[in-house]
T-cell receptor, first 114, second 111 residues
Framework: DGGITQSPKYLFRKEGQNVTLSCEQN?????MYWYRQDPGQGLRLIYY???????QKGDIAEGYSVSREKKESFPLTVTSAQKNPTAFYLC?????????????FGPGTRLTVL | GENVEQHPSTLSVQEGDSAVIKCTYS??????FPWYKQELGKRPQLIID?????GEKKDQRIAVTLNKTAKHFSLHITETQPEDSAVYFC??????????FGKGTRLSVIA
């Protein structure tokens, strides 16, 4: 658990502003993921990356952007185009995507749009 | 793509009773099925997982069963305790695809 961190824990944003959520891991994992969690909706995949400098859209990528310049880091930007950004955001990592690969989650960032 | 359905959405049991949560999946290529537990305000944590070449797996009070023909898998918790109260998520993946999660089951164990 301690190998993947997110910051900040709580984030407040005014409408129309972009905001970037940080995710860092020291587990030497190749794959990293961003999920959005809303009450009763489970975990919905926003973006994922299997290797540095490459990433793929998940189910709800609209209004979000990511980068993967380093293996350890996978920041998520919530843009002003995201219509309802207030949610709990979870970052995760795994050795590789697919079979038998446990995903380890960060502690999450709770974003509130004022 | 894969679709995972999870039932029930809420479950209340008396302490000491058993709890069962069921999931179905749509993609026959899926071959990895983990279960995560998320306590209030905390991150999800893996509690047990099963692969498609195994029908059942146990770890103390927790067990998971898999029926590939019917495309469903279940979590069984025996002798429930108050600390088992949490939200439980099932998930499925296959090949080189990310996990797809169910919507979760909120389990309440009543002392």
């Amino acid at each position: 658990d301690g190998g993947i961190t997110q910051s900040p824990k709580y984030l407040f944003r005014k409408e129309g502003q972009n905001v970037t959520l940080s995710c860092e891991q020291n587990l030497n994992h190749d794959a990293m993921y961003w999920y959005r969690q809303d009450p009763g909706q489970g975990l919905r995949l926003i973006y994922y990356s299997q290797i540095v400098n490459d990433f793929q859209k998940g189910d709800i990528a609209e209004g979000y952007s990511v980068s993967r310049e380093k293996k350890e880091s996978f920041p998520l930007t919530v843009t002003s185009a995201q219509k309802n950004p207030t949610a709990f955001y979870l970052c995760a990592s795994s050795t590789v995507t697919g079979i038998g690969n446990e995903q380890f989650f960060g502690p999450g960032t709770r974003l509130t749009v004022l | 793509g894969e679709n995972v359905e999870q039932h029930p959405s809420t479950l209340s049991v008396q302490e000491g009773d058993s709890a069962v949560i069921k999931c179905t999946y749509s993609d026959s290529a899926s071959n990895y099925f983990p279960w995560y537990k998320q306590e209030l305000g905390k991150r999800p944590q893996l509690i047990i997982d099963i692969r498609s070449n195994v029908g059942e797996k146990k770890d103390q009070r927790i067990a998971v069963t898999l029926n590939k023909t019917a495309k469903h898998f279940s979590l069984h918790i025996t002798e429930t305790q108050p600390e088992d109260s949490a939200v439980y998520f099932c998930a499925a993946s296959g090949g080189n695809t990310p996990l797809v999660f169910g919507k979760g089951t909120r389990l309440s164990v009543i002392a």
